[in-house]
């Protein structure tokens, strides 16, 4: 029985996929994580309080995501709200790694694909009549660091924000950087605009010249937003996980503590991540999800490239290569949402409430780029007895593979294995954008 071992490259962290095929048929294709990270364990045993300076340390590209879940779990367990300014500011901050990480992820990671290279930053030019790959990597770059500056802007540094904190942020944002931040981002959202068109229509010749935008089979679909203008920092009240079904209709909605009543978690033999399913169902995360259970996106060309995406592909859309699609929606929208917020007083108000710390189970929840992201932390004579980390990539884990299996029946027959195969399974792979240095723990 051959096995087909595909080593991946543009994802965050280290997988492979591997394919067994016997007699011409694809019997399995595994999404494998080879690397355990282990924070769990790492974390037992301390300061509760430390708990937001050191899980960012979990992943360069989430620490975002993860700096703000862990202050919120501790704030569950507290019984703390922080100020309406504080939230503001974590906003802000949130999509700033929304905005650096659908633009590292559309143009830097399945860009590529797209002009049949391995990299924006090889020397050669592009194809006749467009700019060359250089030109269009610093320009991609451009709008990359309007992301970064952000979040550097609002949480203090880039790669492990420590600007939230139990209660709130340190400290508000003056009107000059503020300011600064709101012309960098204005000039950074026209090009990211026409980047996209680009990236729009080298998608559907990808789709023309591969014939098909991927496993295209319906699935359940998991967000913690909103159906209008999402806030990535949860909703007004206590924060909520959606589930829709294949069909477009909202069946089930929950809060984190409830995860595991509503959710089966499972592990893999042979892989370090985890998985989830809904009711034994298939479920989808991440971008593609959140563009089919959104009515709007509040802000003009966000809107205007929402309604072009469902009259093109319909709602709720299944093929997994319109992840990539809907990762630019997103960018989009988070500069223009970032520009409306931006506008607004950032200093000046309460930046944080005070707390008296206790022991309890707490829980923190934040729509990360890659979906809904849970910390569950026990809290014993003020340090972490047990800490829990579900991962948005193990919502995935099981869509993942069934595309997978699609993607290796398509080019493997009893009389040969296309070599397609191999572009297509990172092609795969990447549409879901996973974190596997976040998913193994």
Known sequence: MPTLTFPLSRIEGHARVVIEVQGGEVVTAHFEAMEIRGFRYFVQGVPAEQMPIIVPRICGVCSTAHHVASVEALEDVYGVTPPPLAR???????????????????????MPDRLGTASLFEADGGPPGHQDRAVLATRALKV????????????????????????GVTSGVAPEPAADMRRQIREALPIACELFDRYWETSLALRDRIGTWGDDAPAHYITAVGDACPNYDGQPGQPVIRVQSPDGVDCESFPASDFRDVLTFEEADYSYAGRTSYQGHVMRANSLARINMTRSLGTPRADRYLARFRETFGQPAHAILLFDLGRGIEMVYALERALEMLEEPLQGGDTAVPHTPHDGHGYGLVEAPRGPLIHHYHVEDGRIADAEFIIPTVHNALAIERALRVAARRYVTPERIDMELERAVGRVVRAFDPCIACATH
């Open 88 to 110: 503001t500011i974590r906003e802000l901050l949130l999509l700033g790694q929304l905005i650096q990480n659908q633009a590292t992820s559309v143009f830097l990671f399945t």
């Open 144 to 167: 990359r660091k309007a992301g970064t500056d952000l979040i550097s802007l609002t949480g203090g540094q880039f790669i492990h924000p420590i600007k939230a904190t139990v209660g």
